[in-house]
């Protein structure tokens, strides 16, 4: 099995790579849907709200996770704290699940790929990029406005450091056809080499 990771800039187009190689066949496991989870399992519950305050996790899933938002992103320390609390098992139930799959190929969605480094058993990395730009005006549908990407990026590792890291860097600087051209240019090479794993 290839195993493809796949991190980026916040909006450059990472979800859109993803539906095009799961039409192609890859298996794609997604982190943040994973951690979006955990967050509400008993044991990272407790945790969270012993240093939060009883109650910080309580209300819609939707309202919850805007709350943890608003709390790490502003804030280093809070930051470390939430991702040594959910890093570690995110991971380890990607892996679970990928050594699950039947997927000749599959693709592992880390934003914080980098940040807290590339599992061994990733065999290359994918990063999305694009212009600052063309980011704000994909995340509008998120509401997230310009200062809420910047405030986002600002705990990561610098784009330019992590496009060096990467095995393949895809610019998504085009039209929405473009980035799917690309997507599945890119995708029919995953297809070719993991017949050779």
């Given at each position: ?25 890859a ?18 519950r ?5 240093r ?79 212009p ?11 509401g ?54």
């Open positions: 099995m290839l195993k493809v990771g796949l991190t980026g800039d916040v909006g450059a187009g990472k979800s859109t790579l993803c539906g095009v190689w799961r039409g192609m066949g298996d794609v496991v997604d982190a943040d849907a994973i951690a979006k989870k955990m967050w509400f399992l008993p044991e990272v407790q945790k969270a709200e012993a939060w305050g009883a109650g910080f996790l309580d209300g819609s899933f939707k309202e919850a996770l805007g709350r943890i938002a608003e709390k790490i992103f502003t804030d280093d320390e809070e930051y470390e704290f939430a991702a040594a609390l959910i890093h570690g098992p995110v991971m380890a139930e990607m892996k679970r699940m990928i050594d699950c799959s039947e997927s000749a190929w599959v693709v592992a969605e880390v934003p914080l790929l980098y940040e807290y480094g590339v599992p061994r058993w990733i065999d290359g990395v994918v990063y999305a990029a694009a600052f730009e063309k980011r704000v005006e994909r995340n509008k549908s998120r997230w406005d310009a200062g809420e990407i910047l405030r986002r990026e600002r705990m990561l590792l610098p784009r330019a450091e992590k496009m060096r890291l990467a095995d393949w860097v895809l610019e998504n600087s085009g039209t929405e056809d473009e980035w799917r051209a690309k997507a599945r240019a890119l995708g029919q090479f995953f297809i070719k080499i993991s017949e050779k794993f």
